[in-house]
């Protein structure tokens, strides 16, 4: 099937990929959607706007709760696994497509 965007593991990985995708001949967003994931590293445009679409993380707030529970599992107090879901956020910006992009030929 045709692919339409690609997601980064991060948003270094996302540009990456848009480099390549662009010296391929490549046109993001029309012919591929770039998505990174973190939201910490900014593609700037050539007025400096991020045009990079990314899922922010809530990184302070997984630090703060990854060593909470680090210490609850040192004082003794955590004995079972925990599953804690923190709220992510899409950040659409100019480097997805509003439609399906374009078929390349």
Known sequence: ??????????DACAQQAWHLLTQAGWHVPEDISVIGFDDM???YD??????????????VEMGKTA??????H???RLTTKQEIML????IVRESTAEVRPRARR
């Open 46 to 59: 050539d007025i400096g706007r991020n045009i990079l679409t990314s899922v922010r993380l809530p990184l």
């Open 74 to 76: 040192i004082m003794g």
């Open 1 to 10: 099937p045709e692919i339409t965007a690609i997601l980064g593991m991060n």
């Open 67 to 72: 060593a909470e529970l680090m210490i609850e």
């Open 87 to 90: 709220p992510v956020e899409l």
């Open 41 to 43: 590293d900014p593609k």
